[in-house]
């Protein structure tokens, strides 16, 4: 048995178990798509419903991004991989969600892939780790050696270049934008209601599709999510222009994590970056 279906094998074992117990009343997890490279993001509710579970290399949706539409003191199981237990971390100090009222189901896994391209994504959008940094339950063995990199190993050719040519190659990705707003849709970290860009008093931006608009609104997204953004790459992947949102995202992690020491979503009793102070932080943004 490979360790995918291992996995997925663990995973219905869980979820019925929990259903069946009423430890839980939802099993966030994975679905069957229109074929198998395109599993769909699936709430098991029922014993039933625990059949139609799956686990597969392309089984990237962050599935925390669903956590906030509970009511408060739901009891859910969520399956997470690395990023995904990241954005639960965060979104448990944030207060958004509960710990106690969670069972994480941690898979550990390498070689995901993207199914626009089939390309493997491990060193570009899944925080280059291969083991969720919290769970209740691990539905695979941990995977032990990996050796992904740092996660900033992507940025070397943004960093290359001058402050011109960066400019010109946002500019040139930004224009692509149609506003659709799939990235704001599939990012765990965009729960905020109304979010700035649907705010009519005050009115902070304009919804249209025009190259300041879209600056205005990338620019003022990048920044939201500054210590916040935990590398799943989701934005990317959503994104029907296939704009590289990810390399802005990490470019802000990789300052927020040379300023304050720390990455988003590694530890729950953090606090995140930007809303907590310390004498020894660095005042460079400052400058």
Known sequence: MTAMKKIEENLRKEAKRLLEGGEVSVVLAYGRGYDENHPMPFAARTVEDVDSLVFNEYCTFNLARYLPKYPPKTKIAVAVKAADSRAVVQLIQEEKVRREDLVILGIPVTGMKDQKTGEVIDNKTTCNM?????????????????KGGSPYDVLAELEGMDHDARMAFWKKEFEKCIRCFACRKACPMCYCDPCFMDASRPRWADKSPTPDGHLMYHLTRFYHLAGRCIDCGECSRACPVDIPLYLF????AKECEDMFQQAAGMKIEDKPAMVNYGNQD???MLK
Request: without cysteine; aromatic residues 8%; glycine residues 8%.
């Open 130 to 146: 291969a083991n969720p940094v919290l769970y209740d339950i691990l539905l695979g063995d941990e995977i032990h050696g990996f």
């Open 249 to 252: 995202h990490k470019k802000l």
């Open 282 to 284: 660095s005042d460079e």
